[in-house]
């Protein structure tokens, strides 16, 4: 089972509804169904590292991402594990196993120091009986997901490693990046296994990547934390050949 996590109040309501609202599958919904729904969410935080829930657990719940980064993520039977997409503040996970019923299909990890709104399960469903127009946006939810898999599956087969390594941290330096005087630092400390996983790959090829772009003046890899000096370089990696 997941680990114990805290529950509070951090966020008021009118955050709530801010960070509700702000994903597509409620932008449309009329303003007192968006204050029932506020009403009843939970704020959840985890510790870095803390597990949100594991494959095989019950699910019952719909996550909002307020801050930090959770990871999604499944295990092989040798327990090599896949990074599936880490979620990032305004990102909603969890709709799966809403919706069915069913256990969670991946385990889900803190990454950093994360804060979360909660909405649950049976809360969600009677939104969904008084409001049917939100099916329209829940089944493009899923078929984003569905390009999500797709794009991952595509990019394993037609893309070596350098292209791919190249992709995802300029993904995450959009989602995560700041200026600096030497570059753009990716504000998400991420140890290089956790890279590895992103990728499906071993620890030992990021890091052999890594120290080629560095030599090579592209990115600094220090305490965990990436900076990239040449995205124009990382770009021209990442394109298709």
């Known amino acids: 089972m997941a680990a114990a996590t805290k529950t509070g109040s951090t966020l008021g309501p009118e955050e709530r509804a801010a960070l509700i609202r702000g994903h597509f599958l409620f932008s449309e919904i ?4 968006l204050d029932s729904l506020v009403r009843t969410s939970r704020v959840q935080r ?18 909002a991402v ?14 090599k594990e896949l990074t599936l997409a880490l ?23 803190a990454v950093e120091k ?16 008084r409001e049917p127009k939100l099916a329209r946006p829940i089944i493009e939810m899923l ?39 030497d570059g753009t630092r ?24 890594l120290n080629a772009w560095a030599r090579d003046g592209i990115l600094t890899f220090e305490a965990g934390y990436l900076t990239l000096q040449k995205q124009d370089v990382l770009k021209a990696l990442s394109a298709p050949r």
């Open 87 to 109: 979620m990032e503040p305004g990102d909603v996970f969890g709709e799966i196993a809403l919706l069915d019923g069913l256990q969670r299909t991946a385990d889900a990890r």
């Open 66 to 79: 307020s801050s930090g980064a959770i990871r999604i993520s499944v295990s092989g039977a040798e327990g």
């Open 143 to 181: 078929c984003e997901r569905l390009r999500q898999t797709n794009e991952f599956v595509i990019d394993a087969a037609f893309l070596d490693l350098r292209a791919r390594l190249a992709k995802r941290l300029l993904s995450l330096a959009i989602a995560h990046g700041y200026d600096t005087d």
């Open 46 to 63: 985890l510790g870095r590292g803390e597990t949100l829930f594991r494959q095989g657990d019950e699910g019952g719940a719909l996550y």
């Open 30 to 33: 009329e303003p007192r169904l």
């Open 186 to 209: 990716i504000g998400l400390k991420l140890s290089q296994s956790e890279i590895a996983q992103l990728l499906g790959v071993t620890r030992e090829a990021v890091n052999k990547q």
């Open 114 to 129: 994360s804060e979360m709104v909660v909405i649950h399960r049976a809360d969600f469903l009677a939104l969904l009986e």
